[in-house]
């Protein structure tokens, strides 16, 4: 079995970039939806068309063990698309799951800041925790560690401590990648039957008509902002 504490410790500085491109993210949302709000909403509407056809799915079937598919299907294809995008998404390696990382808070940013003007119910904290916390505390970790790993995966071999060994370091950090993929599909299946079961219960007793599930962004990374949907 891989040492996910060792390969994780090692792949720190990648990990704490994602954190780092998150938050600035969030930060350019909230900067973006407080100054110009009506350019905001046009930013987020593509993704909210697509956030409504998962959340329906998820909230019309009556299986949790669907529920759970539906979720975790749309995560971690996503995941897996950004990390092997990462390294094949030439000449831009390593761009792909960066671009997914500031995009991912960028859109949470967005939400927060437009509060009641995307929907009554973003005026609530008590509903968008509800919404996000149960699974995210999870989810957001888990799309952090593969953001981090697709970058690895897409620049690791250029950098300069790698001349001289550049395939090698490309073929261990590809290792690393599926290692790591393993780990993240496991966090997001948690994530998922949380998300899909215990989430929409909780929010569904604030309101029968909330569709909590993952916000897809346009980059087809993910945010773990089920908040989103679950105010729609």
Partial sequence: MPDYRHILWEGRRWVLTAVLLF???VAAGLIVSLTVPDEALRILQPAMERLRDVGQRVATEASPLQRTSIIFRNNGLAVLWMMLLGLFAV???GLVPAVG???NGAMIGIVVGLGPRFSPLAASPGTMLLATLPH???EIPALLIGTAWGMKLGLAWLLPNASGHRMRTLGRTALEAG???VLVSVLLIVAAAIEANVTLALVQGTRQAALP???TALSGALTALGAAA???
């Fill in 101 to 103: 990382a500031f995009g």
């Fill in 136 to 138: 995210g505390i999870i």
């Fill in 230 to 232: 679950a105010i729609l």
């Fill in 91 to 93: 000449p831009f390696f």
């Fill in 213 to 215: 599930t993952a916000l």
């Fill in 179 to 181: 290692q790591i993929f």
């Fill in 23 to 25: 938050v600035c993210g």
